[in-house]
C-alpha cells in the first residue's frame, strides 16, 4: 500500500478545471474546487449555509477556525440529539394495561417492544445525524453522489463496533463479567449488520457496476422492516428458547397492582423462606420487576455529561453491583454441560445462586455429583470475596470434599458473620477447581457450575423514622415559649442514624412567630425516640391561626443514615418528613391581632410550570447543569465545576435555539420529535459544509474527512452512552446489540432511502445535460444506462468500496472475537486484566488500521 501522503501528492501538472457556473451541482462544484496548489493556496467550493471565500491563503488559521466551527457544531448535534432521544423516550415508554391470559388478569406492560424501539426510533435517534448527512447532501447535490454521506456512514459503523466495543470490553471492574442475554437478537443483527454492508458492495461492484437501479434502491429500504420483524419473531421466541422471549409483556414494578404484589411476594417468599421483612422482599421485587434506564436515557444523561446540561441521576456504583449480582440469580439460565453418564463425572453446585439472611449463622450449600458413580471423587472448595469481605461478613473456608462410590451429594457450610450494623446486601463466591478420581490416571472427571453466589440478605434493620404526630397545635403565650416535637424510631433500632432537620415557613414566620431552628438530629444505635425543641415567639393572638413545618432530610452522606428510611405513609412519603405545627391565639387584644395579620400577609409566586413548559426548558438552557447544583439527590453532583462552565457557555447558543422545541408533554412527543429532526437536518447540513472546508484547507478528499472527522465527532455521545450502559447494566445487550442494530439500520435507512429517491428521480426524469456531461462517455457505465432514457443513479466511488471491503473483514475480526471471549471468559465484556485489555487494544488497531488502509486508497476526482 502507497502511503497515505503520497496518495494524496499531485502527480505533475494538474490541469485547471473550468469555472463551474451557478447550475453546477454541489459535488461537481466541490469536486473542481478541491484543487491542490503545491506551493501556497487552496480553492474551496461554497457550501450550504457558508461561504468559503474563494482561494484559501491563511490556511493554518482557517483550518483552526473550521476545526474549532467543526467541533462546536458536533457539540450542537449532540444537544437536539438529547431532545430527539428524550421525545423517543417519551414515545416508547408509553404503557397500557395489557390482559395477560397465563395468570387471567391485566398486567401494566410497555406499548412498544424494545426491541422493536431500539432498531426503529432509538436507532434513528442515535444515528440521526448520519442518515440525515446523506440525505441532505444527496438532495443538495442535485441527486448526484455526495462525498461525505456514504462514507460517514461506513465510518461511523466501524467506530462504533470497534472503538465503542474496544471501551466497553476494558471499562468493566476488574473480576467482572458481561454477557449478552438476549443471543437470538445479538446474532440476528450481526449478520444483518455484515449482510447490509455486503449488499452495499453488490450494489456498487456487482449486479449493475457503478449503477444503483431502482428495484436495488426499493429491496435496501425494504431490508429495514424485513430486520425490523425478524429482530421481533426472535425477542418474542418464535425461532426457539434461544431467541431471548422477552417481549415487552414485562409487568413494571412502579405499576403492580395489589394482586399482581400479593403473587410475586407469595412466590418470593416460597423460594427463599417465610422469615423475609417487607423491606427484604421489596428488594427482591425490585430486581424482577425494576425499570432499568433505556439506551435513551443513557445517551441523554451522556450528552449532558459532556454540555454542561441538567443531569440524570443514574444508580449508584455499589447499588449497580448488587443489583447485578443478585439479579444474575433470577435471569441466568442453567448451563447444560453434554456428559455420557458411563464414561464422566460432573460434579457442579445444585444451584448457581443461593441467598441467607445475616442472622442465620452460617449457609450450607449443596455440590452433586452426576454421571459416573462407581468411583470415588474428589473436589477442592474455596470462598472467594465479592462486595462481602472474609473475617467481617463471613469466615474464609476452604477444602476438599470426597465423594464415595454411588455417593451423589455433599455439602459445604459457611460461617456467616452477624452484627448490629445495618449493610447493604452483601455477597460472596464459593468455587469448586481440582475435581479428581482417586484410582484411576484417566480424565473422568468435570466440572459443570462451578461457581455459587451467596448473597447475605442483612436482616438488622434500622428503622423507620417519623413524627409522633404529623399535626400539633400549639397555644401561644404571652411570653416566649418552647415547643417539644417528638421524633421515633420505628420497627427496629440497628445502628447509629442522622437525619437533618430545619423548620419552613408557612404562614408563620421565622423571627416573628417562632426561630429558626436547623441542625442534625442523632439516634444512637437502640435509641427510639429524639426531640426537636422549637422556640414560639409571643405575638399577641385572638382568633388567628398561622402554622409553619418542621422537616426532616437525610444528610448528604448516606453513610450518616444507617440504612433507615422514612415512614412513606406520613406526610412527605419516603422522600422526607414533614410536621406541621399550628400555632394558636390565646387571650390577646382582637385589634393587635389585626394589626399581625395585615403585617404578616404574603404574596408568593406559586410554580405553575413544570417541566412540561417552554419557561422550564429556558430555563434549563440558561443555567449551569439545568439549575440543579443543590439538587442532586445522591450527593455525586454537588456545585458546578469549573469544566462545566466553560462547556455550558460554549454550547448555551445551540440550548438556548433548541428550547424552542415543543416540550415533550406535547402531543405524546410527537412534537418534539418532527421539531428536533428538523433543527438536526439543520446543523447536520452546517457540519458537511465544515468538513469539507476541513478537507479542503488539508488537502484531503470528502471520504477521508467522512471517516475520522465526522464520524468520530458524530459517535463520541454514544461512547459515553455505552460506556455507561456497560458498567451499570447486569448484562452487555444495551453495550453490543444496539451497535450491530445501528449499523444495519445505517445502511438500510441511511442509504437505501436516499438513494431509492435518487434512482427513482433518474429513472423516471431521464438524463440531463449535466449528467451526460459527467456519465455519457464514460466507459465504466454500461451502454445502456448511458442513454437519455438509460439515465441511472450512479455510485462511481471506488474508495467507498475499498472502504466498505475493509471494515467488513475487520467486522467479521470483532464478531468472532466476541465469541471467542463468550466460549472462554463467560460473557463479551471484561474477564481476566490481560486478555480484558488485549482485546480492547486489537479492536483500536483494527479501527487504526481501517482508517489508514481506507484512507491511503482513496481518492479526489478532479
Not at 32 to 58: N, P, Y
Not at 296 to 318: F, L, P
Not at 452 to 479: A, H, W
Request: charged content about 20%; proline content about 3%.
Amino acid at each position: 500500500l502507497k502511503p497515505f501522503w503520497l496518495k494524496l501528492r499531485p502527480k505533475g501538472p494538474i490541469a485547471p478545471c473550468s469555472r463551474p457556473g451557478p447550475a453546477t451541482s454541489l459535488v461537481l462544484r466541490r469536486r473542481c474546487h478541491c484543487h491542490i496548489d503545491r506551493m501556497r493556496a487552496v480553492s474551496c467550493a461554497d457550501g450550504l449555509f457558508l461561504k468559503c471565500g474563494g482561494e484559501q491563503t491563511l490556511r493554518p488559521l482557517r483550518l483552526i477556525l473550521y476545526l474549532m466551527g467543526l467541533a462546536w457544531s458536533f457539540l450542537g448535534v449532540a444537544i437536539i440529539a438529547d431532545v430527539f432521544m428524550g421525545a423517543i423516550e417519551k414515545i416508547t415508554s408509553k404503557k397500557t394495561r395489557k390482559l395477560d391470559k397465563e395468570r387471567n388478569r391485566y398486567v401494566t406492560v410497555t406499548v412498544w417492544n424494545s426491541t422493536v424501539a431500539n432498531l426503529t426510533l432509538m436507532a434513528l435517534g442515535s444515528s440521526a445525524p448520519e442518515i440525515l448527512l446523506n440525505c441532505i447532501e444527496i438532495v443538495a447535490d442535485d441527486f448526484y453522489l455526495g462525498g461525505l454521506g456514504p462514507s460517514t456512514i461506513v465510518g461511523s459503523a466501524a467506530f462504533n463496533l470497534l472503538v465503542i466495543i474496544a471501551v466497553c470490553v476494558a471499562s468493566i471492574p476488574a473480576g467482572e463479567v458481561r454477557a449478552i442475554k438476549e443471543v437470538g437478537v445479538y446474532w440476528l443483527t450481526a449478520v444483518w449488520s455484515l449482510l447490509a454492508y455486503i449488499w452495499l458492495l453488490v450494489m456498487v461492484l456487482g449486479t449493475s457496476k457503478y449503477v444503483i437501479e431502482v428495484w436495488e434502491g426499493v429491496l435496501t429500504f425494504l431490508f429495514f422492516p424485513l430486520l425490523v420483524g425478524s429482530a421481533y419473531l426472535m425477542d418474542r421466541g418464535y425461532f426457539g428458547d434461544w431467541g431471548g422471549g422477552s417481549g415487552s409483556s414485562n409487568v413494571l414494578a412502579a405499576e403492580l397492582s395489589k394482586e399482581e404484589l400479593a403473587e410475586l411476594e407469595l412466590r418470593i417468599i416460597k423460594e427463599h423462606g417465610p422469615n423475609l421483612t417487607s423491606e427484604q422482599i421489596t428488594k427482591f421485587v425490585q430486581i424482577e420487576c425494576g425499570d432499568k434506564l433505556s439506551r435513551a436515557k443513557y445517551r441523554i444523561a451522556a450528552t449532558r455529561g459532556i454540555t454542561g446540561g441538567r443531569r440524570i441521576h443514574t444508580a449508584s456504583r455499589k447499588a449497580g453491583e448488587m443489583i447485578r449480582s443478585m439479579s444474575s440469580g433470577f435471569s441466568s439460565k442453567k448451563k447444560v454441560v453434554p456428559v455420557t453418564p458411563e464414561e464422566k463425572a460432573l460434579v457442579e453446585f445444585a444451584v448457581f445462586k443461593h441467598a441467607v439472611l445475616e442472622s442465620a449463622g452460617s449457609v450450607t450449600v449443596t455440590v452433586t455429583r452426576k454421571g459416573l458413580l462407581s468411583l470415588p471423587v474428589t473436589v477442592q472448595y474455596a470462598t472467594r470475596e465479592g462486595s462481602a469481605k472474609k473475617g467481617t461478613d463471613y469466615e474464609h473456608t476452604e477444602g476438599v470434599l470426597t465423594f464415595a462410590p454411588s455417593e451423589t451429594e455433599q455439602q459445604i457450610t459457611v460461617r456467616i458473620v452477624d452484627d448490629v450494623t445495618y449493610e447493604e446486601d452483601e455477597e460472596f463466591y464459593i468455587d469448586l477447581a481440582g475435581p479428581q478420581v482417586r484410582s484411576s490416571d484417566r480424565q473422568e472427571v468435570e466440572l459443570g457450575n462451578k461457581t455459587i453466589t451467596v448473597m447475605i440478605v442483612d436482616d438488622d434493620m434500622p428503622g423507620s423514622i417519623s413524627f409522633v404526630d404529623e399535626e400539633t397545635r400549639i397555644q401561644e403565650k404571652e411570653e416566649d415559649s418552647e415547643v417539644s416535637l417528638g421524633v421515633q424510631r420505628c420497627h427496629g433500632s440497628s445502628g447509629k442514624v442522622i437525619c437533618m432537620y430545619h423548620t419552613e415557613d408557612d404562614t408563620a414566620r421565622a423571627g416573628v412567630h417562632y426561630e429558626s431552628k436547623s441542625g442534625e438530629l442523632c439516634f444512637e444505635n437502640t435509641q427510639m425516640s429524639a426531640v426537636i425543641k422549637v422556640p414560639i415567639l409571643a405575638t399577641g393572638r385572638y382568633d388567628r391561626m398561622e402554622q409553619f413545618r418542621v422537616i426532616l432530610e437525610w444528610p448528604e452522606d448516606d453513610k450518616k443514615r444507617g440504612g433507615a428510611k422514612f415512614d412513606p405513609d406520613t406526610d412527605g412519603g419516603a422522600e422526607c418528613c414533614i410536621m406541621t405545627c399550628i400555632i394558636e391565639g390565646g387571650g390577646a387584644h382582637k385589634a393587635r391581632v389585626d394589626s399581625v395579620m395585615q403585617m404578616l400577609q404574603d404574596n408568593w409566586a406559586k410554580a405553575s410550570v413544570g417541566s412540561s413548559s417552554w419557561a422550564d426548558q429556558f430555563r434549563e438552557a440558561i443555567q449551569v447543569n439545568g439549575g440543579d447544583d443543590d439538587d442532586d439527590e445522591e450527593g455525586d453532583g454537588g456545585k458546578a465545576s469549573i469544566i462545566d462552565w466553560i462547556l455550558h457557555i460554549v454550547s448555551l447558543p445551540w440550548k438556548l435555539l433548541f428550547a424552542l422545541c415543543p416540550p415533550t408533554d406535547y402531543c405524546g412527543g410527537w412534537g418534539t420529535f418532527v421539531t428536533s429532526l428538523f433543527f438536526i437536518g439543520l446543523v447536520t447540513a452546517l457540519i458537511s459544509d465544515l468538513a469539507h472546508f476541513v478537507g479542503c484547507t488539508l488537502g484531503i478528499c470528502d471520504s477521508i474527512t467522512a471517516i475520522t472527522f465526522v464520524a468520530l465527532g458524530t459517535s463520541l455521545p454514544d461512547t459515553f452512552a455505552s460506556k455507561t450502559a456497560a458498567q451499570q447494566d447486569p448484562t452487555a445487550d444495551a453495550s453490543i446489540v444496539n451497535v450491530t442494530g445501528s449499523n444495519s439500520v445505517n445502511v438500510f435507512l441511511g442509504l437505501g432511502l436516499p438513494w431509492m429517491t435518487a434512482a427513482l428521480k433518474w429513472h423516471v426524469g431521464g438524463a440531463t445535460a449535466s449528467w451526460t456531461a459527467r456519465y455519457g462517455n464514460d466507459p465504466d457505465i454500461a451502454a445502456e444506462f448511458r442513454t437519455n432514457d438509460g439515465a441511472r443513479f450512479v455510485v462511481k466511488d471506488e474508495s467507498l468500496a475499498y472502504s466498505v471491503m475493509v471494515f467488513t473483514c475487520c467486522a467479521i475480526v470483532c464478531i468472532v472475537l466476541l465469541s471467542v471471549r463468550r466460549l472462554l471468559f463467560g460473557g463479551e465484556l471484561g474477564g481476566p486484566e490481560l486478555p480484558k485489555w488485549g482485546t480492547s487494544g486489537l479492536l483500536v488497531c483494527l479501527w487504526i488500521s481501517y482508517v489508514s488502509i481506507s484512507s491511503a486508497w482513496a481518492e479526489c476526482d478532479t
